[in-house]
């Protein structure tokens, strides 16, 4: 398995939807290709909690990593959001993005029944043993309930097919404690702290607000991992508004709001989700101010300007 199994550059892709709330499969696949070809990305992620996987049927699911397969498969990672909280539905999930062309696999701790470790190392191994992509495991217990221990982890870590971590845990000393003890490849999941977490090991991001800033976050990782920490900090320091401001309230909502302030809107969100209300618009409208990312145009040309 590469040391990169998926690049550096992720997004978590919100799902476009339709006026009449309906999926939009070409919209997906126009926002894929926007993302990878004039935002610099590596990779997507589809069917995430940012995709609203939530209210999509499996059906839609596996139409949405098909569409992003056809749009970038050939020049970009696509990884396919199959966690739930049902082992079994998690392991249908998994089938149905396999056959649909997903080069990898997001599976989130299961949510609300709060497994003991165990259950997770069961949940986890059962994943793997089923598939022959590559998973990517996804730690976030403020949404999630439940933390993935670090013995838990490290356990984990010796499956083949478990090659890397979404860590939006927040506990820095923790993640460092893995990364020094396993193989596994750490993505930040949580945008402002992309930079601490690669000071520790990480090796690049799974963003919301990348969306947006898909340049200037390669910029920024590419300082930081070429040693030049000042320019690193500087890009940190400038996009850290948009970083915190997207999640103001839920991602995908101030995304959405986001793309359609650019030009490039791509629908609302189904309930229980609602749209971002006028406070919330003039909010983001700023942080896209002071990050310098106001404007509708690639951002690959706005990263060479400020170079």
């Not at 998690?90 to 949510?111: D, Q, R, S, W």
């Not at 403020?142 to 506990?171: C, F, N, Q, Y």
Request: with cysteine; aromatic share 4%.
């Amino acid at each position: 398995m590469s040391s990169l199994p998926f690049g550096r550059l992720l997004t978590a892709m919100v799902t476009p939807f339709r006026a009449d709330g309906s999926l939009d499969t070409d919209a997906a696949a126009a926002l894929a290709t926007s993302l990878v070809d004039e935002h610099a990305h590596d990779g997507l992620v589809v069917n995430g909690t940012g995709g609203e996987a939530p209210t999509t049927t499996d059906a839609e699911k596996a139409d949405v990593v098909r569409a992003v397969v056809d749009a970038v498969g050939d020049r970009a990672s696509v990884v396919a959001g199959v966690g739930t909280n049902d082992t079994a539905h998690t392991l249908e999930l998994a089938a149905a993005a396999e056959k649909a062309g997903a080069t990898g696999l997001l599976a989130v701790t299961p949510y609300y029944s709060k497994p003991p470790q165990e259950g997770l190392v069961e949940h986890f191994r059962t994943l793997a043993d089923a598939t022959g992509l590559p998973v990517m495991l996804y730690d976030i217990p403020h949404r999630s309930g439940t933390a993935i221990a670090t013995s838990t982890l490290l356990t984990l870590a010796e499956h083949p097919r478990i090659v890397a971590v979404k860590d939006a845990k927040g506990d820095l000393t923790a993640s460092a404690t893995v990364m020094a003890s396993s193989d596994l490849v750490y993505y930040s999941g949580d945008d402002a702290l992309t930079l601490p977490l690669l000071a520790v090991g990480g090796v690049g991001v799974v963003g919301t607000s990348t969306h947006f800033c898909g340049p200037e976050v390669r910029a920024m990782l590419d300082a930081a991992l070429a040693g030049n920490t000042a320019d690193a900090l500087r890009w940190h320091r400038r996009l850290l508004p948009i970083f915190t401001g997207i999640f103001a309230t839920q991602g995908c909502i101030l995304v959405k709001a986001g793309l359609e302030l650019q030009g490039r809107g791509v629908g609302s969100v189904r309930l229980p989700m609602v749209p971002a209300t006028a406070a919330q618009r003039a909010a983001l409208a700023r942080a896209l101010e002071a990050a310098g990312l106001s404007s509708g145009a690639p951002t690959k040309s706005r990263t060479a300007a400020t170079e």
